[in-house]
């Protein structure tokens, strides 16, 4: 595997150090990819290094069941919660509910959170 060594001052980088070039709608180019991990390990090497092209990933099996059951559930779910966000009849009462739920111990901190828990539930009561 190979290793990059930086230059004086550069410990690490991370994130994309290269987009590739929009033409047209498409991407054409390579991507260049900087990791760094952040985890405590012992393995000294925590930097990489990816090159990916752009546009040439092509899935090679099809989706399986659980898949296409977890796609579904959050299709549904994601509508569910943007349908609830607009909702006039239920913002109030779910402001509400939010604001007292917010601060104490494992409550959801953004109103999106708050809905998507609440539709999840839902959607799982539904489903038996």
């Known amino acids: 595997m190979g290793k990059v060594k930086y230059a004086a001052g550069i410990d690490w980088v991370k994130g994309s150090l290269s987009k590739p070039v929009v033409k047209n ?3 054409c180019g390579t991507y260049l990819i900087g990791t760094h ?6 393995n ?3 930097t990489s290094l990816y090159i990916r092209n752009a546009g040439t990933y092509d899935r090679q099996t099809a989706p399986s069941a659980n898949e296409m059951a ?4 959050f299709a549904t779910v994601s509508a569910a919660v943007a349908a609830r966000a607009k909702d006039l009849s239920k913002m109030a ?6 604001v007292a739920q917010k601060d104490i111990p494992g409550g959801r901190t953004t109103m999106k959170s708050f809905l998507w828990k ?11």
Do not use: I, V
């Open 25 to 27: 709608g498409h991407s």
């Open 118 to 128: 609440l539709e999840l539930e839902a959607y799982d009561q539904a489903q038996g």
């Open 44 to 46: 000294p090497n925590c």
């Open 70 to 73: 977890a796609r579904d559930k």
């Open 93 to 98: 009462a779910d402001k509400a509910a939010f």
């Open 37 to 42: 991990r952040e985890a405590e390990t012992t």
